[in-house]
């Protein structure tokens, strides 16, 4: 069991940054990725970012790539999601879910959730 935790979601105005937190606890030794996942109202959950646990390797979607950054903080078992240049688009409920694939773009491939944070992003 692992359980991933996000926070720090809220409402910002369109080219203003934000960062999401994911701590993660219980049996992280059989997790290889963090991704993240986000979902808008009415929509289905799309990918938008994933590194693995060491933190070397990203993988992200092309909507927002160059505008948003995953990375992890080793110390405190933490792993982020660095958001600049918000859009109208990006509003959605994030969440972040651990795999043990290879970056997956697949939610299918997730098995522990967390609970979601709510970005909105005002145009």
């Known amino acids: 069991q692992v359980d991933p935790v996000e926070s720090g979601g809220g409402l910002v105005q369109a080219g203003d940054s934000l960062r999401l937190s994911c701590a993660a606890s219980?049996?992280?030794?059989?997790?290889?990725?963090m991704g993240w996942f986000r979902q808008a109202p009415g929509k289905e959950r799309e990918f938008v970012a994933a590194i693995n646990w060491s933190g070397i390797l990203t993988n992200y979607a092309d909507s927002v790539k160059g505008r948003f950054t995953t990375s992890r903080d080793s110390a405190k078992n933490t792993f982020y999601l660095q958001m600049n240049s918000l859009k109208h688009e990006d509003t959605a409920v994030y969440y972040c879910?651990?795999?043990?694939?290879?970056?997956?773009?697949?939610?299918?491939?997730?098995?522990?959730w967390g609970q979601g944070t709510q970005v909105t992003v005002s145009s």
């Open positions: 219980g049996r992280t030794f059989s997790v290889y990725t």
């Open positions: 879910a651990t795999s043990r694939g290879r970056l997956p773009i697949g939610s299918d491939e997730y098995n522990y």
